[in-house]
């Protein structure tokens, strides 16, 4: 079973929403998780990096927030744009393993005009 | 642009072939991962090179070796190719073990 979670698993958006991704996860302890974006056919980006101790980091418009506790994290895009589409992956790299990212999915993001 | 190069960007094999994939690094980066991505899925870890040496490896059969460079450069080689075998490979370079991983472009290998 993978360690980590999302949904949904697609969406699509209108050009100028808000939207909201979720990520749940089993790895633990973990060090820090991340959010990437990757376009079609290219490799993953970082969007946002927060360690287990904070609860949330913003890079423009896109807005990470990670609950330890729950183990639950969310990645909230503002004011979506066209280039906005592509694949969001949630990664979290566990402490024992150190450098063995465990990656989501990914949420597949459509934004229409 | 992260920095991190792959050749060559797409390939096509025939059932039990060999092939080698290679990555170069970021400037300044002694470990390198590399990864295979089907389609619609997450990457899955394949092994990571650190400072020449392997440093960890997921679950996939010894047909799938690496080799990381003195200039920290890597290769994958995927022997005997399985038509499951067909996925992007991502290699990712970092600073260190623990350090944010930066992903190059990938190679797209088709094989039929």
């Known amino acids: 079973k993978n360690q980590v979670e999302q949904s949904p698993q697609s969406l699509i958006i209108l050009e100028g929403k808000n939207c909201t991704l979720q990520c749940n996860y089993t790895v633990s302890p973990f060090s820090n998780l991340r959010w990437y974006k990757q376009d079609t056919g290219r490799g993953p980006v970082s969007l946002t990096i927060?360690?287990?101790?904070?609860n949330t980091k913003s890079n423009g418009r896109y807005t990470a927030t990670l609950d330890a506790d729950t183990k639950q994290s969310s990645l909230h895009i503002t004011a979506s744009q066209l280039s906005d589409s592509a694949s969001y992956i949630c990664v979290v790299s566990p402490t024992d393993s150190w450098g063995k990212l465990q990656f989501g999915a990914g949420t597949q993001v459509v934004v229409t005009p | 642009e992260t920095g991190v190069t792959q050749s060559p960007t797409h390939l096509i094999k025939t059932r039990g072939q060999q092939v080698t994939l290679r990555c170069s690094s970021q400037?300044?980066?002694?470990?390198v991962s590399w990864y295979q991505q089907a389609l619609g899925q997450g990457p899955q870890f394949i092994f990571q090179y650190y400072r020449e040496e392997e440093n960890g490896r997921g679950n996939f059969p010894p047909r799938f070796s690496g080799l990381q460079f003195p200039n920290y450069s890597s290769e994958l080689n995927v022997n005997a190719l399985e038509l499951d075998d067909s996925a992007l490979y991502l290699c990712a370079s970092s600073l260190s073990v623990a350090e944010t991983q930066y992903f190059g472009p990938g190679t797209r290998l088709l094989v039929l």
């Open positions: 927060m360690t287990f101790s904070e």
């Open positions: 400037s300044g980066h002694n470990t």
